[in-house]
């Protein structure tokens, strides 16, 4: 027992590394893209500025917007902003939609890796790198619009807001994924890539907080994936929602098993249809 159970830790050891190598060579590869990490701080900026200036209207007239304060409303989207920028899977769809389509999909069938957790390893490299980045452009904003930044003050609310933040990653990769290796089956994928991105920037509470949202309305969002997400841990770093913390990693956790029974599904069913020539 305890020579298989050495074995087996060994054996975890070494995928780890292997997967960590892969993660460090895209940290690496971003610094090429020099001016993609300017652009992706001005985006994360952006943001924060258009919240500042529309709600700073909207809140001259009256103190409260929902349970929202002035400050609750900024905090808020500096938080949101900065997960929503971390989110960068969208390029996972894209790259495996061109790829497929021009028969050089098979570097990722060749290389002893398991192709969703390259795309996994490569999503954590590039998040470790812009994770400095995006942190710093959101400091410095909130002490240039000297904002009374709001945060949790329970570490287990921050605990499972960072685990939910986590776990809303890794369902957007399995999901850009699932997406991407569709093109098995349908040699154009750019429709469901469209719906998608205007989907989830308006269901991840990107452009106005859910909770301003019906209440009927928020009901239903909360079955869906998108809810948990950048909104719910969003507002559990600024020390709302707390009463649906654990609910959500839950809830959160079923629709990542569910999408990866999908993923295998699909793949298992189309992928013959790939020959390796492009289409």
Not at 73 to 101: A, D, K, P
Not at 130 to 135: A, E, K, N, S
Not at 206 to 218: G, K, N, Q, T, V
Request: proline share 2%; net charge positive; glycine share 6%.
């Amino acid at each position: 027992m305890g020579l298989w159970w050495s074995a087996f830790i060994r054996k975890g050891v070494l995928t780890m590394r292997k997967y960590w190598e892969i993660s460090k060579i895209y940290m690496k590869t971003q610094l090429v893209w020099r001016a993609d990490v300017i652009f992706n701080m001005i985006f994360t900026i952006s943001k924060i500025l258009f919240a500042y200036l529309l709600w700073g209207i909207i809140f001259q007239k009256q103190e409260l917007v929902g349970a929202f304060t002035f400050h609750d409303m900024l905090s808020y989207y500096i938080v949101n902003s900065f997960l929503s920028q971390l989110e960068m899977s969208e390029g996972i769809s894209n790259e495996i939609h061109n790829r497929l389509r021009n028969g050089t999909f098979s570097k990722y069938i060749v290389i002893p890796v398991g192709i969703e957790r390259h795309f996994m390893a490569m999503e954590l490299g590039v998040v470790l790198f812009y994770l400095v980045f995006d942190f710093a452009a959101a400091v410095v904003w909130i002490f240039v619009f000297q904002i009374q930044f709001v945060f949790a003050d329970q570490w287990w609310v921050i605990v499972c807001g960072i685990m939910m933040a986590v776990l809303g990653m890794v369902f957007m990769v399995q999901l850009n994924y699932l997406l991407g290796i569709l093109t098995l089956r349908f040699e154009g994928i750019g429709t469901l890539l469209m719906i998608k991105n205007n989907l989830v920037s308006f269901v991840t509470g990107s452009i106005i907080p859910l909770a301003l949202f019906p209440e009927f309305a928020i009901g239903i969002l909360r079955l869906l994936p998108f809810y948990y997400v950048t909104y719910l841990p969003a507002m559990l770093l600024t020390g709302k929602c707390q009463e649906e913390a654990y609910k959500g990693i839950v809830i959160l956790v079923f629709w990542c098993v569910l999408i990866q029974v999908v993923i295998q599904i699909t793949w298992k069913k189309y992928f013959r249809n790939y020959d390796g020539v492009g289409i």
